[in-house]
C-alpha cells in the first residue's frame, strides 16, 4: 500500500468521523434519555444512543467499500454477511435503547444478529493454536462462534457504565486491530477496523471526559459486536489468516472484568442475570478512585494487547502460547488493587 493510499484511506475516515459526529450532536436534540438509578453512576438525565453516529459512520463507510472499492475485499457472501450483521445488530440495539427490554429479550435479539453473520458462513471451523496447529471445531464451529459473539457484545455492554470506558477501549482496540491488518497485509481488517475507529472517534469528545450523551446499547452492543465479527474474519476469512487470539488480548479488559465479576458472583451464589454494580471498574469508582483514571487504564489494558498481539504474531511458536497469558500479570494487579481499595471503602461483599 503506497503512501498516497494511506492518506487517502486517512482523508476517507476523517469525514466518517464527522458524520459519526454531526449525527451524535443530532442524538443529543432528540433527547432519547437515559434516566439515573441505583445501579447507574449518574445522578441525572441524560440523552444516549449517540452510539447511532458509530452506526451510522461504520455502515456508510463499509458500504462505499462494497460498492467501490477494488482493494480489502473478502467473498462476497461473507462481505454481505458483514453488513447484514452490522445492520442487525443496530437495530436490535437501537430497539433495546427505546424500549428497554428485559435481558431474555435483548439476548434473544442478539442471537438473531449474530446467526445473521454465522448464516452468511463467518464460522470459525477451527483453531490455529500455537505448537499444536490447526484444530477443527467440528460440530462445535457454530456453537462456539455463537458463544464468541455474544460474549464480546454482552462484555462491552456491560463494561459501558463509565464515561468513556467502552468507547475509548473499542477505539484502540480497532486502531490497534487495523494496524495489525495493515502489517499483515489482512487488507478487509484493516479498513474495517479504520472505519469502526473513524465512527468512534466521532462519538467520543461528546463522551469524555464529562458526558454529554452516552452511546446506548446501540453504541456499546455494535462496538463489541463488530470486533468479535472481525476477530471472526481475521481468524479465516481476510487474504492472510491471522490468530483468532487478536481480538480478545486487545480486549483483555473487558473480557477480564466480565468473567471475573461472573464467577464471582455465580461462587457468591448471587444472581447472575440480576443488574449490579459489582464489575471491577464499578467499584473501583465506588471506592474513591478517579472515574477517569479508571477508563484511560482500560484504554491502556488494550494497547497493552495490541503491543502483545504485535509480539505474538513475530514470536516464534515456542513462545506464542506464553504471550496471552501475561495480560493476565496486569489484571490480576488490578484486581489486588480494587479489592483492597473496596475493603479500605467498606464495600458490602468486598
Known amino acids: 500500500m503506497t503512501l498516497l493510499a494511506f492518506a487517502k484511506h486517512i482523508l476517507f475516515c476523517l469525514g466518517l468521523a464527522l458524520v459519526s459526529a454531526l ?70 440495539s437501537f430497539a433495546d435503547d427505546v424500549r428497554d427490554f428485559p435481558f431474555a429479550v435483548k439476548l434473544a435479539a442478539q442471537v438473531l444478529a449474530a446467526l445473521a453473520a454465522i448464516g452468511s458462513g463467518l464460522v470459525v471451523r477451527s483453531l490455529n493454536l500455537p505448537l499444536i496447529g490447526p484444530q477443527p471445531l467440528g460440530l462445535l464451529a457454530i456453537p462456539a462462534t455463537l458463544a464468541w459473539l455474544l460474549f464480546a457484545t454482552n462484555a462491552m455492554n456491560f463494561i459501558d457504565g463509565m464515561n468513556g470506558l467502552a468507547a475509548g477501549t473499542s477505539l484502540v482496540a480497532a486502531l490497534f486491530l487495523a494496524a495489525i491488518g495493515w502489517t499483515q497485509n489482512a487488507d478487509f481488517v484493516y479498513f474495517a477496523g479504520l472505519l469502526l475507529a473513524a465512527g468512534i472517534a466521532g462519538f467520543l469528545p461528546f463522551n469524555f471526559p464529562r458526558a454529554r450523551i452516552f452511546m446506548g446499547d446501540v453504541g456499546s452492543q455494535f462496538c463489541g459486536f463488530m470486533l468479535a465479527v472481525l476477530g471472526v474474519v481475521a481468524a479465516r476469512f481476510d487474504r492472510v489468516d491471522l490468530s483468532f487470539l487478536i481480538v480478545p488480548m486487545l480486549l483483555n479488559g473487558v473480557l477480564y472484568d466480565v468473567a471475573f465479576t461472573l464467577v464471582r458472583r455465580v461462587l457468591a451464589g448471587e444472581n447472575p442475570a440480576r443488574a449490579h454494580r459489582g464489575h471491577l471498574y464499578q467499584v473501583a469508582a465506588r471506592s474513591g478512585m478517579d472515574p477517569r483514571f479508571v477508563a484511560v487504564l482500560h484504554w491502556a489494558f488494550a494497547a497493552l494487547g495490541g503491543i502483545v498481539s504485535f509480539g505474538f504474531i513475530a514470536a516464534p511458536s515456542a513462545l ?31
Open 23 to 92: 449525527v451524535v450532536r443530532a442524538m443529543i436534540d432528540a433527547r432519547v434519555m437515559d434516566l439515573p438509578d441505583a445501579r447507574k453512576a449518574h445522578s441525572v438525565p441524560i440523552p444516549k444512543s449517540g452510539g447511532v453516529g458509530i452506526v451510522t459512520a461504520f455502515l456508510l463507510g463499509i458500504s462505499v467499500l462494497y460498492g467501490f472499492a477494488d482493494f480489502a475485499r473478502i467473498a462476497a457472501p461473507y462481505f454481505r454477511g458483514v453488513i447484514l450483521a452490522a445492520a442487525a445488530i443496530a437495530i436490535v
Open 320 to 350: 506464542r502460547p506464553v504471550l496471552p497469558l501475561l495480560l493476565l500479570m496486569p489484571q490480576t494487579i488490578w484486581t489486588v488493587v480494587v479489592v483492597r481499595a473496596a475493603r479500605r471503602a467498606q464495600i458490602g461483599a468486598w
